[in-house]
């Protein structure tokens, strides 16, 4: 029987080394190399490995997995759709996880992929259209992912 895959990015983390030069020894293996002094650069001692953060599960972070930047946070907000027809409906939910450039939250609303809508918050710090790029449904609720249509100077979550 094949083992089953884990999802992508559960508990690994990959090393990017664009800025170091290796200099491996006449017959040496890749693991020794690095565990050797023979780096230009910061001295590596040991390989290293790192897991991901493990995140709260919940029906958002089933979704927040997609994003791989998803860092977790609680915002209240109030969140407003306006639909083409001219009939507005909104509702107070709390933004669970963001990156620099999106926001995914939960939501009774009737979304769909690229509704836009207006999310503020309660001191008025926030308050900004976005773009539904998302939407995941669980059991009857549904997880929401948007993106910002333009830049958040006071966004907490930063590249």
Known sequence: MRKRAEPFGHERASVFLADFRF??????????ALASEKIEGP????????????????????????????TP???????????????????ST?????????????????????????IQNPDGTLD?????VAVQYDCGKTAVAARFLKDVPNWIVKP
């Open 94 to 118: 709390v933004i669970e996880f963001g990156t620099y450039k999106e926001v995914l939250f939960s939501s009774a609303l009737p979304l769909e992929f690229a509704d836009k809508l207006r």
């Open 43 to 70: 001295t590596l001692h040991s390989a290293a490995a790192a897991s991901s953060r493990k995140l709260p599960e919940n029906f958002v972070s089933k979704l927040a997995q997609f994003f791989p930047n998803a």
């Open 23 to 32: 200099r491996f020894p006449p017959g040496g293996d890749f693991p020794n």
């Open 73 to 91: 946070v609680r915002i209240p907000v109030n969140l407003t759709r306006v639909n083409l027809g001219g009939g507005q409906f909104s509702e």
């Open 128 to 132: 900004i259209d976005v773009s539904v």
